[in-house]
């Protein structure tokens, strides 16, 4: 865990990713440089987490760019157009994909008639531009996140939103991880997140490897575990925060705040700002991913686990309605409701 999740081979010009399908019992690193490569990493989850995700989009369709023929401007920027809406669409809902994109986009719009070499040249800098300020936000989110804990408390998250979902830190880990490096211990439990088994593969992976005291529980433990009062908060990450404060994440997590709620238990969102969409008015909005059955009835198993023709609905995520959450950790601060406005004035300030 001393290496970064994503990253550009300086050397190669690549970009390099841990395969996150092969955890936990193979480190495999993958370099690539083609579109096709980058889209099937994305779909795949090859890299996953939204914020990740961003990153790796921008690395990667610059690792494209660079081999592109260095041609007219408008021959290079209509490829590139091409190239970004065929990476946009391998996540749909993950709004970071999207995000860091335009942010590509808006270099080569700025940069009209632009000699193609320097061009190339101005991506690369967006490009590390954007690990360099996930790095950041994902440390100033883990600062704000430990303020809300305590030395020796029982914390459970969802899925994986630690640093394998981002470049460094995470999002809902990184104030264990932050809080690890002060000395502090907690004792964290860990969904195992059906059906692809993030939990389980990936955050105890990364917990363990730091040292963090950690259980794993079955996503339908979680219950047993809060009304054991061995839960003291929980943190999860999220994929598309909503205008109204509904939030997006990995399946099972709207299931686990209706808990939390049941228990009196804080639910605490780690969203980096670039996950909070104000277009998007609320949950109704947001297009959820639908998932091949077979990840629920063959992938983990020998055997196929069910029928054959049985019918599976196997989304991606879900959204907890904004009522259910306590509040939004943000790297400019803690938000609290009501969110629509707490929202509104959080990207008002940052304008300023």
Same mark, same amino acid.
Request: hydrophobic content about 45%; charged content about 15%; cysteine-free.
């Given at each position: 865990m001393h290496q970064d999740t994503v990253a550009l081979d300086p050397e190669t010009e690549e970009l390099v990713i841990?395969? !996150?399908?092969?955890?936990?019992? !193979?480190t495999v690193f993958l370099r690539l440089s083609t579109a096709e490569a980058i889209y099937q990493a994305i779909y795949t989850l090859q890299v996953r987490g939204a914020p990740? =995700?961003?990153v790796a989009a921008a690395i990667g369709i610059y690792a494209v760019c660079r081999r592109m023929p260095d041609t007219d401007y408008e021959t290079f920027a209509a490829e590139f157009e091409r190239i970004r809406a065929y990476l946009v669409s391998a996540r749909p809902t993950a709004v970071n994909l999207a995000w860091a994109l335009e942010q590509m986009a808006q270099v080569v719009r700025e940069h009209t008639g632009c000699p193609v070499p320097a061009l190339k040249d101005r991506l690369r800098e967006r490009a590390l531009e954007l690990r360099d300020q996930d790095i950041q936000v994902c440390r100033a989110i883990g600062e704000y996140g430990l303020t809300l804990i305590q030395n020796g408390d029982g914390i459970l998250t969802h899925c994986n939103a630690g640093q394998l979902a981002t470049v460094r830190y995470g999002t809902a880990l990184a104030p264990i991880h932050v809080g690890r490096e002060q000395g502090m211990q907690f004792r964290v439990f860990t969904d195992e997140t059906r059906p692809l088994l993030q939990g389980a593969r990936l955050s105890a992976y990364e917990l363990f490897a730091d040292g963090v005291d950690t259980t794993l529980i079955c996503d339908n433990m979680a219950s047993s575990v809060m009304r054991r009062g061995w839960v003291q908060a929980v943190f999860v990450g999220c994929d598309r925060v909503a205008a109204n404060g509904d939030t997006a994440n990995k399946?099972? +997590?709207?299931?686990?705040?209706?808990?939390?709620?049941?228990?009196? =238990?804080p639910f605490y969102v780690c969203a980096p700002m670039s996950t909070i969409d104000l277009s998007c008015p609320d949950g109704?909005?947001?297009r959820i991913e639908e998932r091949p059955g077979a990840e629920v009835t063959d992938m983990w198993y020998k055997e196929p686990m069910a029928p054959e023709g049985v019918k599976v609905y196997n989304p991606a995520f879900d959204v +907890?309605?904004?009522?259910?959450?306590?509040a939004f950790v943000t790297e400019r601060g803690i938000i609290r409701p009501p969110f629509a406005p707490a929202l509104k004035r959080l990207f008002a300030r940052t304008e300023d």
């Open positions: 841990l395969d !996150q399908t092969r955890l936990p019992g !193979q990740a =995700i961003g399946i099972g +997590t709207s299931g686990v705040a209706i808990l939390a709620k049941h228990y009196g =238990i109704t909005a947001i +907890t309605d904004a009522d259910l959450i306590t």
